[in-house]
């Protein structure tokens, strides 16, 4: 006799261990990874036990932030300096005014607009440049965190092996080689 009935349900509930098990067995998100290296820059790779990468990026970001402020400080000199020099009143005088090479001024007009204009492009490249690390960072946790658990084993190579034979009809080798994958 049956003692199973149409429509009958029957639930399988695992035991404590296996549950246990599943809890812990989480995805690896690329958007949590993603969100998180937005949010503070290094924080995506750390998701993703890359731990190696964080001191390269905050390095970047360092050295370009100490590259943006320098650069500026250059800039505001210069077109202060730019802007006195250009007013064409004798009685103010800018920084670079009292600097005298061989009893003349150590920089032209021109030389402190070509300043000028040289430290805000290199200001702006530097900010342009930290921007795009930062995007690089976000991308790379995203790009980590695919690959999370992405398998690679021994038994994914790529072979070459040369060949060399004797052909019947002539006096000069066969050379040749076989490429061979194995996934």
Avoid at 19 to 42: E, F
Avoid at 63 to 84: D, H, W
């Amino acid at each position: 006799m049956d003692t199973l009935q149409e429509g009958t349900v029957v639930k399988h509930m695992p035991d404590k261990k296996t549950r246990d098990k599943q809890d812990t067995t989480k995805t690896h998100s690329p958007k949590v990874a993603s969100i998180m290296s937005a949010i503070l820059p290094g924080l995506g790779q750390a998701y993703n036990k890359k731990y190696w990468k964080i001191p390269i990026i905050y390095a970047g970001l360092a050295g370009l932030t100490y590259s943006v402020v320098e650069n500026n400080k250059k800039y505001e000199r210069f077109r202060e300096a730019f802007i006195l020099r250009a007013d064409l009143d004798s009685t103010t005088i800018d920084i670079y005014d009292q600097q005298l090479v061989n009893g003349e001024d150590k920089y032209s007009q021109a030389q402190l607009e070509y300043f000028k204009n040289l430290y805000h492009r290199r200001r702006d490249l530097s900010i342009i440049f930290t921007g795009v690390l930062y995007l690089l960072n976000v991308i790379d946790a995203a790009v980590d965190a695919h690959f999370f658990t992405y398998d690679i084993s021994d038994d994914l190579s790529l072979n070459f092996q040369p060949e060399y034979h004797w052909m019947g009809y002539s006096a000069d080798p066969y050379i040749g080689g076989r490429l061979s994958l194995k996934l």
